[in-house]
């Protein structure tokens, strides 16, 4: 990805979105239960724990192959 495909956003601000929104989230840490976005929701610990943590990281990696077509549509 590069810088201008990314907004960093809150839970607040994310709350501020039109109801129905869609885009790919990654959420990371304590993330809201329901977010108001739909779409393919990545969800994962902190930075700081997942450079810590191997099995987050594996975890992590696994959602983003599980949802690969949605990020790559044009590599199959």
């Known amino acids: 990805l590069r810088a ?5 956003l809150t839970p ?3 709350a501020m979105l039109p109801a ?3 885009c790919p ?3 990371l840490g304590n993330a809201p239960s329901s977010p108001a976005l739909s779409g ?3 969800r994962s610990p902190s930075l700081d ?4 943590n191997p099995q987050a990281r594996q975890a992590l990696w696994k959602q983003i192959c599980q949802n690969e077509d949605y ?3 044009d590599a199959g």
Do not use: H, K, N
Request: charged fraction near 20%; proline fraction near 4%.
């Open 25 to 27: 989230t990654w959420w």
């Open 4 to 8: 201008d495909q990314v907004m960093l």
């Open 71 to 73: 990020f790559f549509p």
């Open 40 to 42: 393919v929701q990545l």
């Open 20 to 22: 129905g929104s869609e």
């Open 12 to 14: 607040d601000r994310v």
């Open 49 to 52: 724990e997942l450079y810590q």
